[in-house]
């Protein structure tokens, strides 16, 4: 079956920790993006990458990093910079950066110790 | 930047019945719209999409109405089941926004037996 993968399901993070969500996609699409998610309130972006080698910052970038080494993979990394990491992180992918319709995985949880 | 606004944070619904949940946008300029689904602890699923040229798109079920003179975009659901329930969320395109989506806060959508 074709479609976006996110792992873990759910993260726990200490203080001062950086971790790394993971999201593979075998849709072959171009586009990637990393979205965070907080109660009762809409999709922000983090990160979003063009292509393979490429990304671009989003609303949100500010404690994140994220690398495009593979067209399948674009996992997003919570440095200890980002003081308020609980949320909701949801990967998406579209065929193309102008294409706006995105293909969701189904999110990890992250939450503080 | 701009936003996409609900007008109901929640909907209250019996089963069989129609729903509509309504959605507010204040960019003249969004040339795009799409709908998405999502249940607890899982990512947006895709329902229905439309183009500014456009003022009306059905799908399954579903029916998109897009009224550009008061900036306004509902989603009709016929005949709601109980499979229904989940948040809805809408989101624009704006074209100087590098095909960036604005979402919306989300809509709970509440089946009643």
């Known amino acids: 079956d074709g479609g976006i993968t996110q792992s873990p399901k759910y993260l726990f993070r200490k203080e001062g920790q950086n971790v790394t969500l993971s999201c593979e996609q075998n849709?072959?699409?171009?586009?990637m993006y990393w979205y965070r998610q907080d109660p009762g309130q809409g999709l922000r972006l983090i990160y979003y990458s063009q292509i393979v080698n490429d990304f671009q910052k989003g609303d949100i970038a500010e404690g994140y990093s994220v690398s495009r080494e593979k067209k399948e993979s674009f996992p997003l990394t919570v440095t200890s910079a980002q003081k308020n990491p609980t949320a909701f992180y949801l990967c998406?992918?579209?065929?193309?950066?102008?294409?706006?319709?995105?293909?969701f995985g189904s999110g990890t949880q992250l939450s503080v110790l | 930047g701009e936003s996409v606004g609900l007008h109901l944070p929640t909907l209250s619904v019996q089963e069989g019945d129609n729903s509509i949940i309504n959605c507010a946008y204040s960019n003249s300029a969004s040339d795009y719209f799409i709908w998405y689904k999502q249940e607890s602890g899982k990512g947006p699923q895709f329902i229905i999409d439309?183009?500014?040229n456009m003022d009306k798109r059905q799908g399954q079920r579903v029916t998109v109405l897009l009224n550009k003179t008061v900036k306004h975009l509902s989603l009709q659901i016929a005949a709601t089941q109980p499979g229904d329930s989940a948040v809805y969320f809408c989101a624009e395109n704006i074209p100087q926004s590098n095909y960036q989506l604005i979402w919306g806060a989300g809509t709970k959508l509440i089946i009643k037996p």
């Open positions: 849709l072959n699409h171009d586009a």
């Open positions: 439309i183009r500014s």
């Open positions: 998406a992918s579209s065929i193309d950066r102008g294409n706006e319709k995105l293909f």
